[in-house]
């Protein structure tokens, strides 16, 4: 699955934070890893739907930022981190977007004569 790919490198803290960390829709990652056999159909056609008709539904559109602590004991707003919380789809989309817009840069970028 592609999104799992994200998890590998991970310090094992990190990776446990992530087995109980949910997007606003109260599902982890390892929710649609255990139930893909189930919600695999339902959730490619969520992805399809949007380049279809470019329109994203507000349930996956929705994201959540929390502040994340850095220290055992934080006492101070800097000692904390923010992440975002969202979907698991709008995650997927997101990478879809920014791989299709990585692969026309580097063709564009490439295709550039510098010579005088």
Known sequence: ????????????????LIKVMTGPDGYTGFFFK?????????FVDA????FI??????AFNATTVTLIPNC???SHIKEYRPISCCSLVYK?????????????FSRSICSVDFSL
């Open 1 to 16: 699955m592609i999104w799992f790919g994200l998890l590998r490198g991970m310090k094992l803290n990190k990776l446990s």
């Open 47 to 50: 992805v399809k739907f949007f």
């Open 72 to 74: 055992a004991n934080p």
């Open 53 to 58: 008709s470019s329109k994203l539904l507000g």
């Open 34 to 42: 255990a139930a893909w056999n189930i919600v695999a159909d339902d």
């Open 92 to 104: 997927c989309i997101s990478k879809i977007l920014v791989r299709r817009k990585e692969h026309g």
